[in-house]
């Protein structure tokens, strides 16, 4: 059983991890408008990425007794001036994300659920990941400035991106 404290922490960042697919649904129309098909993919890889983080506490949350209450989502924003712009929004997101995270763990803390406290140590893990992904590609965009080719060759690159599902555990 869990107390009622952690499920609603819980249940509250099952929707932070959705409004994250979202938001990244979102990118993956913007690039696909730009003509971008690689940045495109890379969201998509994203969006997939959020999709199992949220599964994954749905799941711990049902394992443990709990409750599923899924929350509303807000409407992401739509529109970036440019890559670079768009992957800084992406960046400043994870740097929220990895505080609500810690915020998690806070509550884990305070109600002494250690079976939480271990679950969450693969989100935190992860958060460190997901923001060096991010800061990587925007040191690289502010690099290329208004460089076409450039652009493209990271495009290229972002193109390769494949997911690979999560052992979240
Ligand atoms: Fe679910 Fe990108 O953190």
């Given at each position: 059983m869990i107390s009622e404290k952690m499920e609603a922490a819980i249940n509250k960042q099952i929707k932070d991890e959705m409004y994250s697919s979202n938001l990244y649904l979102s990118m993956v129309a913007y690039f696909e408008n730009l003509g971008l098909k690689g940045f495109a993919n890379w969201m998509r890889v994203q969006v997939q990425e959020e999709n199992a983080h949220a599964m994954g506490l749905f799941d711990y949350l049902i394992s443990r007794d709990g409750r599923v209450v899924l929350e509303t989502i807000d409407k992401p924003p739509f529109e970036w001036s440019s890559p670079l712009e768009c992957f800084e929004a992406v960046y400043r997101h994870e740097q929220l994300v990895t505080s609500l995270i810690n915020e998690l763990v806070d509550v884990a803390?305070?109600?002494?659920d250690r079976a939480a406290i271990s679950f969450l140590q693969w989100?935190?893990?992860?958060?460190?990941?997901?923001?060096?992904?991010?800061?990587?590609?925007?040191?690289?965009?502010?690099?290329?400035?208004?460089d076409a080719n450039a652009l493209l060759l990271i495009d290229q690159e972002l193109g390769a991106r494949t997911y690979v599902a999560p052992v979240i555990a």
């Open positions: 803390e305070e109600v002494k989100y935190i893990k992860e958060q460190v990941e997901e923001e060096a992904n991010c800061s990587e590609i925007c040191a690289k965009l502010k690099l290329i400035g208004s």
